[in-house]
């Protein structure tokens, strides 16, 4: 099964992450680590932390009326 959604701001994107981390059956903490990051910036990104990045990201697809979509395969998906 697929999961697709619009990505519209930080916090759309966040939600995504957080479900595609979340099917993965990934803690924070365990993505992190697999990452080589921390916890926190897990938890920020899935937060739709404001960044200088994300916000030029998200107004530059605006002025250009670009749509950026999300799709989240499940688990069950990559073993076929």
Partial sequence: MEYTGRVRSP?????????????SG????ELAKRLGTTQRYIWEL?????SIVMSRLFAFMAECDMTLTATIASSEDSDE
């Fill in 11 to 23: 916090e759309s994107l966040g939600r995504m992450l957080q479900q595609a981390r979340l099917l």
């Fill in 26 to 29: 990934l803690s924070q903490r």
């Fill in 46 to 50: 899935e937060a739709g932390k404001p």
